[in-house]
């Protein structure tokens, strides 16, 4: 596992029948891994399981739920190898397309939302080693940052500029609201606040769901905004640098509809005016820069 382990690469729980672990029934869940496994530790990030989940691989999800943070010993809980990681249309690794690009590529805008972080940050951490890349971008969403994973890790790669993170909360408590987040570390409060503008930008430009509601994928495309798309002042963050497809990859780590919808913003958002067709798109480029793990 350790051996082969791409940024994004899933391992696989098994939960054995206790009462036949030999011939009862398997079920499985599968988990991204955070950062890159080493010292022959696996860590994954948990979150409440997706009711829609089919009823076996809740189960094994509930399991892992109920055990403390830190090492699992024993309970009835089996690893089966790393499979995949980030990779494209073209099945490449996102580490094999930012090598290849060298002198093309130069950022990576990664999103995620819950538990994807895991595998957003194992992307990150591997970029970084790389060292191949001017600019990291990662938005990343969840309901309250009270309750925000790797936020020591976060904080710090905030902090030395490794990473420009955007944090899109999309619910706060009201003692949080009372207090603005001033108890969170310098670099999540800047990271709020990066959201925010992005979020408050999406809103010009109608990119909003049911509800008012501004999910990360929306606001990666207001920092895609020209001027003249913003409306008033310069455009989004994005913009700004000069991302484009041909010198930025993006990755998702998420649930099925964040894949969906954020592949369907870049291709608006790099075909935007009525003359474009399917051919001169240049989907192919699109396909080789947008990476998943799903």
Same mark, same amino acid.
């Given at each position: 596992?350790?051996?082969?382990?791409?940024?994004g690469? /899933?391992?696989?729980i098994?939960?054995?029948?206790?009462?036949?672990?030999?011939?009862?029934?398997?079920r499985?869940?599968?988990?991204?891994?955070?950062?890159?496994?080493?010292?022959?530790?696996?860590?994954i990030?948990?979150?409440p399981?997706?009711?829609?989940?089919?009823?076996?691989?809740? *189960?094994?999800?509930?399991?892992v739920?109920?055990?403390?943070?830190g090492?699992?010993?024993?309970?009835?809980?089996?690893?089966?190898?790393?499979?995949?990681?980030?990779?494209?249309?073209?099945?490449?690794?996102?580490?094999?397309? /930012?090598?290849?690009?060298?002198?093309?590529?130069?950022?990576?805008?990664?999103?995620?939302?819950?538990?994807?972080?895991?595998?957003?940050?194992s992307?990150?951490?591997?970029?970084?080693?790389?060292?191949l890349?001017?600019? @990291?971008? /990662?938005?990343?969403?969840?309901r309250? +940052? *009270?309750?925000?994973?790797?936020?020591?890790?976060?904080n710090?790669?905030? @902090?030395?500029?490794?990473?420009?993170?955007a944090?899109i *909360?999309?619910?706060?408590s009201?003692?949080?609201?009372?207090r603005?987040h001033?108890?969170?570390?310098?670099g !999540?409060v800047?990271?709020?606040q990066?959201?925010s503008?992005?979020?408050?930008?999406?809103?010009?430009?109608?990119?909003e769901?049911?509800?008012?509601? +501004?999910?990360?994928?929306?606001a990666?495309?207001?920092d895609?905004?020209s001027?003249a798309?913003?409306g008033?002042?310069?455009?989004?963050?994005?913009?700004?640098k000069?991302?484009?497809?041909?010198?930025? /990859?993006f990755?998702?780590?998420?649930?099925?509809?964040l894949?969906e919808?954020?592949?369907? !913003?870049l291709?608006?958002?790099?075909?935007s005016?009525?003359?474009?067709? *399917?051919?001169?798109?240049?989907?192919?480029?699109?396909?080789?820069?947008?990476?998943?793990? !799903?």
């Open positions: 596992i350790i051996e082969n382990h791409q940024p690469g /899933v391992i696989r098994v939960q054995r029948d206790p009462a036949d672990p030999v011939n009862g029934r398997v499985e869940q599968p988990y991204a891994l955070a950062y890159a496994p080493s010292e022959g530790k696996l860590e990030l948990t979150a399981p997706d009711m829609s989940l089919h009823p076996f691989p809740r *189960e094994v999800a509930e399991r739920r109920s055990l403390p943070s090492p699992i010993v024993d309970g009835n809980l089996f690893v089966n190898p790393s499979i995949a990681g980030f990779f494209n249309k073209e099945w490449t690794y996102l580490l094999d397309e /930012v090598k290849a690009g060298k002198g093309d590529i130069n950022r990576v805008v990664i999103l995620s939302t819950g538990a994807g972080l895991s595998g957003a940050l992307a990150v951490e591997a970029v970084i080693a790389l060292g890349l001017k600019d @990291i971008h /990662v938005y990343h969403g969840l309250y +940052v *009270e309750n925000l994973p790797y936020k020591d890790r976060l710090e790669l905030a @902090i030395s500029e490794k990473i420009d993170l944090i *909360e999309s619910q706060s009201v003692m949080m609201s009372s603005g001033a108890s969170e570390p310098e !999540i800047g990271a709020l990066r959201g503008v992005a979020s408050s930008l999406a809103h010009v430009g109608q990119e769901v049911s509800g008012g509601k +501004v999910y990360v994928q929306h990666m495309r207001a895609l905004m001027p798309a913003a008033k002042g310069p455009g989004g963050a994005l913009f700004e000069g991302a484009s497809l041909k010198n930025t /990859v990755v998702v780590c998420g649930q099925m509809a894949l919808d954020s592949y369907s !913003i291709k608006s958002t790099f075909c005016t009525d003359t474009d067709t *399917e051919s001169n798109c240049d989907t192919n480029l699109l396909g080789r820069r947008f990476f998943t793990n !799903i």
